[in-house]
C-alpha cells in the first residue's frame, strides 16, 4: 500500500507506459551584461529543461537562476565537469536559486537531473537532461 501511494505521489506511472514527447532543443545563447556575467534561467520539472541547450563563452562568469515547476516531484539540476571548472549539484525549489561559475575549458558539457525512485528510469533516462555549451 505504501509503495503504492508512492508511486502516486511522484507520479510515476503504475504499469501504464509513458507516453514519449519527441525532444525539441530550445536554445539560449546567453550573452553578458554591464557587470560582465552571463545570465540564463533554467526552469526544470516534467521531466524537462528549458533551455536545454545553452551556450556560454569560455572565461566569462555564468550565473544560472534554477527553479523548478510546482509539483511533488523533486527535480534537480547537475554538471560534473571540473576539468572545466563546472561542477555542481542543485536540489531545485518553486523558489529559485543561484549557480555561479565560470567555464575555463571549451567543450559540451551535459547538464541532468540526478533522481530516481527505486527500479524505475532516472529522471535522464526519461529526458530531463541538456547540454551547456562552452565557446570562445
Known amino acids: 500500500m505504501l509503495f503504492f501511494a508512492g508511486t502516486l505521489l511522484y507520479g510515476y506511472p503504475t504499469g501504464a507506459v509513458a507516453e514519449e514527447k519527441p525532444k525539441q532543443d530550445k536554445v539560449f545563447r546567453a550573452t553578458a551584461g554591464q557587470d560582465g556575467v552571463q ?3 533554467i526552469l526544470g520539472g516534467g521531466y524537462y529543461f528549458t533551455p536545454n541547450r545553452i551556450i556560454v563563452k569560455v572565461n566569462v562568469p ?4 534554477v527553479r523548478k515547476e510546482a509539483g511533488y516531484v523533486p527535480h534537480d539540476i547537475a554538471i560534473k565537469a571540473p576539468e572545466a571548472g563546472i561542477d555542481f549539484s542543485v536540489s531545485m525549489g518553486e523558489e529559485p536559486k543561484v549557480v555561479k561559475f565560470t567555464p575555463t575549458r571549451t567543450g559540451t558539457y ?14 535522464r533516462e526519461k529526458g530531463m537532461e541538456g547540454v551547456l555549451e562552452v565557446v570562445e
Open 39 to 41: 545570465r540564463v534561467d
Open 110 to 123: 551535459p547538464f541532468y537531473c540526478t533522481k530516481k525512485l527505486l527500479f524505475f528510469e532516472s529522471h
Open 62 to 65: 555564468v550565473e544560472l537562476k
